[in-house]
């Protein structure tokens, strides 16, 4: 009898998707026990899951196509072309370590440790495949350390100079919000789980506002005539307009005064500081009609409870943090952060991550030496400026990337291109396809996918901690992050036991306050969060004071402004005027297609092809004063790069905004080169976070 003839035996296995997404969906994989091993045959949401209730997204609806992709990597590999030439030969696992190990012995005896930059993000979110062993391998090696902070940690890093921590609301308390401010967040495409809560609060009465650059399908969801409102600010603005929000509550007694009294620090100050911010004022800079300013500061001390959620979008400025840390203060003014539905919510990971013992995991104490620590974002001036600025130390000779895909999502990427040519330097790609980093690798090793590795999922979009149970085990000879760890200890000759602990050690160690049997039983847990909703309620915050810093001692020692502060970014229309006469037009690189989730999907054929091609996208003014009609093939350049583009001509846009959907490859692209080419790599003002969002163009007709 054969396979064919005979219908296999089928389990069902639950899991958890381990997307850098704030949904971490519940899903039921099932398997079949074929005569060659299981296979698994279909992924579908989990009904039961109390945040994704069944439903997954156009991402990962087809994950199996991505599991069992042709192009999937299942073997290590040896480059035999010139680097970026994507040309490679199998090899085997002896031989990749063999060859990793010398070099990386190497490269530490002729540079030192430092030489060597681990590098990688949250391509996979669960908690193993993110930490597991990677800190302590290259801590015990002595190895330059990364600021992982591309996504996320400067909206908490703003926050938390405002309330003392980076935990905001449950955005499911947004339920009871009456006005909900959705301010720099496109939930229907990036949270779409969220979604049906919103729903549902527009249902009890809630209007919605949508405060965006762009008319993204977020904002086409609201309802004129039920008195949702669209806000289109200039890119890097909105801190302006919050400030003369708060000048009109002053202004018009619309403070809730006792509260203030009660709850906060620092609001003479604050007041001097939004005495000169009329909404007039407020307007020159940020675009937005005076009155309609006007009427949303009272809209938003009237209708009660307001709520307002943010995700990651207004953090990719130079005035990233201190636009979190602005808005965070102004539910300080009207009381809204005592409100059920009232307050910011931002990531949960504030409220899940704590049940977290990052250092047992990371073990910080098997660090040898004092290594620097160089930023993400800052990639491409590690690479090619070595010595300069914040690059003191030794030049980069062994990059070791896993886990993302910074050619096509780190700023300034024609800049790491070019550092990735070096012939000095050493390069190591653990991934699951070929992507435009993998291109410029030495060696490539086969990473395994969600199905194939257990781990422990921390939601930031909801407050729930979730089981992965890998449901295949690794295909072809791939391996799980932290097993790619333990192999590299071994063929560099460490012997340090912590370097070696099994996945259950690491989760057991990683996690010591959860009840791991229980969740592997039940799948989900959620953390602990008050029964009434109002974690401020009775002020409560985690400053040292308790009360909510509308001015902080501590930026002031860190030599930022005491109390929020409107600076212009330097590359954008109030900054340097010299860039502005050269590159008049704003750009934006948001995430944009349903079928793509960061790089990851595009080179797939049923997700890339079915959203089209990237483009340039502008509005028709500035569509006619470059004499550029739909279709045509445009350039867009800034001092970074230069990148052709078919042209867009949409009505989502103000003048002087454009934008370019993020995501596609540099295959994609008819020169090579994708969105970041051109995006900014400076610095947020604390926080580590980088200005993306920060960049200025020219766009004109291929000729
Ligand atoms: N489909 C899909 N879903 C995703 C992702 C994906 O690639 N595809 N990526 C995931 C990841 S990694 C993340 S971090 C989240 C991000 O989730 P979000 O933060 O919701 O998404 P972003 O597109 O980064 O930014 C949101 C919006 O901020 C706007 N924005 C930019 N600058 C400003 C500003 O100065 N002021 C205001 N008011 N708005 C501004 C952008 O135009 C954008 O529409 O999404 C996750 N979900
Ligand atoms: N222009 C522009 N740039 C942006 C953004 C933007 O909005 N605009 N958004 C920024 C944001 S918010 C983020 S979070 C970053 C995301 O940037 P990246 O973290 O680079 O994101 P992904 O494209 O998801 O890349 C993840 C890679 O990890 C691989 N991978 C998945 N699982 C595993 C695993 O278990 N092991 C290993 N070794 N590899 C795995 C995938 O195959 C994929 O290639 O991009 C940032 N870049
Ligand atoms: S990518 Fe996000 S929305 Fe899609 S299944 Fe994963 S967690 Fe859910
Ligand atoms: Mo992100």
């Not at 073997?75 to 030969?89: D, I, W």
């Not at 993400?376 to 070791?400: K, W």
């Amino acid at each position: 009898m054969t396979d064919v003839l005979e219908p296999a035996a089928t389990r069902t296995i639950n899991g958890t998707c381990h997307h850098d997404c704030p949904d971490s969906c519940g899903w039921i994989v099932t398997v079949e026990d074929r005569p060659a091993g299981p296979v698994a045959v279909k992924l579908r949401g989990n009904p039961d899951h109390p945040y994704s209730a069944g439903e997954l997204c156009p991402k990962v609806n087809r994950f199996l196509d991505r599991v069992y992709s042709p192009d999937r990597l299942l073997h290590p590999m040896r480059r035999v072309g010139p680097k970026g030439a994507g040309e490679f030969e199998q090899i085997s696992w002896d031989d990749a370590l063999t060859e990793i190990a010398t070099n990386l012995h190497r490269v530490i005896r002729e540079h030192g440790p430092e030489a060597v930059l681990p590098y990688s993000d949250a391509g996979n979110q669960s908690m193993l495949a993110l930490m597991g062993l990677s800190g302590r391998f290259f801590g015990h090696m002595g190895a330059t350390k990364l600021d992982r902070n591309i996504c996320g940690v400067t909206v908490g890093a703003g926050m938390a100079k405002t309330v003392g921590s980076p935990r905001g609301i449950d955005p499911m308390q947004h339920l009871h919000s009456k006005l909900l401010i959705l301010w720099g967040t496109n939930t229907r495409l990036t949270n779409r789980h969220l979604w049906p809560t919103i729903e549902a609060a527009r249902a009890n009465g809630a209007r919605l506002v949508v405060i965006d650059p762009i008319r993204t399908v977020t904002a086409d969801a609201i309802d004129e005539t039920r008195g949702d409102q669209f806000i289109q600010p200039l890119p890097g603005t909105d801190i302006a307009m919050i400030l003369a929000m708060m000048h009109v509550l002053i202004r018009d007694e619309l403070t809730n005064q006792a509260w203030i009294d009660a709850h906060t620090l620092g609001f003479s100050e604050l007041q001097d500081e939004v005495a000169d911010w009329t909404p007039e004022r407020a307007a020159d800079a940020c675009g937005v009609p005076a009155d309609v300013i006007t009427q949303l500061a009272h809209d938003y001390a009237t209708v009660r409870p307001a709520g307002i959620r943010t995700l990651i979008g207004p953090e990719h400025h130079e005035n990233g943090a201190m636009f979190h840390r602005t808005l965070s203060c102004l539910p300080a003014l009207t009381g809204a952060w005592a409100e059920r539905g009232g307050g910011v919510s931002k990531s949960t990971g504030g409220w899940t991550e704590c049940q977290m013992d990052v250092d047992a995991i990371l073990r910080p104490d098997l660090e040898v030496g004092n290594s620097r620590t160089l930023n993400m974002s800052r990639l491409g001036q590690i690479l090619t400026h070595p010595h300069a600025g914040e690059n003191d130390g030794p030049a980069v000779h062994a990059f070791i990337n896993w886990n993302c895909n910074p050619v096509v999502t780190t700023p300034n990427a024609e800049l790491i291109k070019q550092g990735l040519l070096r012939d000095d330097i050493f390069t190591v790609v653990h991934e699951q396809f070929l992507t435009d980093t993998a291109k410029y690798a030495d060696i490539v090793l086969p990473a395994t996918t969600q199905i194939e590795a257990d781990d422990i999922v921390f939601s930031w979009g909801s407050l729930h901690t979730n089981y992965n149970n890998a449901a295949i085990p690794p295909l072809g000879e791939s391996v799980s992050n932290p097993e790619l760890f333990r192999r590299l200890a071994d063929a560099m000759g460490y012997t340090e036991p912590a370097l070696f602990d099994d996945d259950e050690t690491l989760m057991r160690e990683g996690a010591p306050d959860l009840d791991l049997d229980g969740l592997r039983d039940t799948m989900w847990q959620e953390a602990p969060y008050p029964a009434d909703g109002r974690p401020f309620g009775d002020g409560d915050f985690d400053t040292p004071s308790g009360r909510l810093h509308l001015a902080s001692d501590e930026l002031e020692a860190m030599g930022q402004p005491r109390v929020p502060t409107y600076i212009a970014p330097n590359e954008g229309p109030g900054g340097d005027p010299a860039l502005v006469a050269l590159y008049p037009l704003q750009l934006l690189t948001p995430k944009h297609h349903a079928r793509f989730l960061n790089s990851g999907y595009s080179h797939l054929p049923k997700h890339g092809p079915a959203e089209g091609g990237p483009f340039v996208e502008l509005d028709a003014i500035d569509a006619a004063a470059r004499q550029l009609v739909d279709g045509a093939t445009a350039r867009v350049w800034n001092g970074r790069a230069t990148v052709q583009l078919p042209v867009k001509i949409s009505t989502r846009l103000r003048p002087g905004v454009v934008a370019i959907p993020w995501g596609w490859w540099m295959q994609d692209h008819p020169d090579g080169k994708a969105a970041n080419a051109l995006t900014n790599d400076t610095l947020t003002e604390w926080g580590g976070g980088v200005a993306y969002s920060d960049t200025l163009v020219e766009v004109a007709a291929l000729t």
